[in-house]
C-alpha cells in the first residue's frame, strides 16, 4: 500500500479569543510553516492560555515533538526507560536504539560516563538544563519531520542557553530539512535564534 502524501504546507487558523473594541484590526491570522525545507520559525505567545492554545492546533504526532520547559519527562520512572518508553510501547526496541542514545548525548558533550549516569537518574534530580537535554535526545529519536522548542530560554545559565542553541544544528545532521518552531514569550525575543519567520499571536 502506498504511503498517503505528506503535506508541505500546515496551516493554521488563528483567530484571537478577547475582542478588543479599541483594535478591532488583525485580530485574526494565517500561519503558514513550509516544512521539509529545513525553515525555523518563531511562534510568540502572550499567555499561557494562547500557548496551550496553539500547541493544541499544531501538534500532529507523530509529525511533530516538543522539548517541554520540564522535558515533559515522567517523574516516577529513571530518565534511560523515559527515553525507551516509546519504542518499548510500539515494540520498537533494539540495541542499536541504545547505541544511538549514546552517540546523541556524544554530541551533545557529555561521554559515555556522563551518559550512563545521567540516564539512572530520576526527573527530579535533573537540572532545568539536563530536563530539556533529555527531552531533545528524546525527539532525535523519534525523528520527526517538526521540533517545537517550547519556551526553553527561560531558567538556564548563559552557557546553557549556548547548548540548547546548538539543538538545531546537532538534529540536523540527521535530519537537515527538519522544521524547528521556537514557541515563547515575547520576554526572550531577544535570544539569538536566525528564523525565517516570526509570527507574533
Not at 8 to 29: A, G
Not at 134 to 140: A, D, E, H, M, Y
Not at 191 to 198: D, E, P
Request: hydrophobic letters at 35%; charged letters at 25%; aromatic letters at 12%.
Amino acid at each position: 500500500m502506498d504511503k498517503p502524501t505528506q503535506e508541505k504546507q500546515w496551516i493554521i487558523d488563528w483567530q484571537d479569543q478577547v475582542f478588543d473594541w479599541r483594535d478591532q484590526s488583525n485580530r485574526s491570522q494565517q500561519l503558514l510553516f513550509e516544512l521539509d525545507q529545513g525553515n525555523q520559525y518563531s511562534v510568540v505567545v502572550h499567555s499561557e492560555e494562547d500557548k496551550s492554545r496553539f500547541l493544541e492546533l499544531f501538534l500532529r504526532p507523530p509529525e511533530t515533538a516538543i522539548i517541554s520547559p520540564d522535558g515533559g519527562l515522567l517523574n516516577n520512572i529513571r530518565i534511560d526507560e523515559n527515553l525507551l518508553l516509546p519504542f518499548s510501547y510500539h515494540g520498537l526496541f533494539t540495541e542499536s536504539i541504545e547505541k544511538y542514545i549514546i552517540e546523541i548525548f556524544e554530541l551533545c558533550g557529555l561521554n559515555e560516563r556522563e551518559t550512563h549516569d545521567l540516564l539512572v537518574k530520576l526527573p527530579s534530580q535533573l537540572s532545568t538544563y539536563e530536563k530539556r537535554l533529555i527531552g531533545f535526545v528524546r525527539s532525535v529519536l523519534m525523528n520527526p519531520r517538526v521540533i517545537v522548542y517550547d519556551s526553553v530560554w527561560g531558567g538556564v545559565s548563559k552557557a546553557e542557553i549556548e547548548q540548547i542553541q546548538r539543538f538545531d544544528g546537532l538534529f540536523r545532521r540527521y535530519s537537515p530539512f527538519y522544521t524547528a518552531v521556537y514557541l515563547d514569550f515575547d520576554t526572550h525575543l531577544n535570544t539569538q535564534i536566525h528564523v525565517n519567520k516570526t509570527f507574533i499571536i
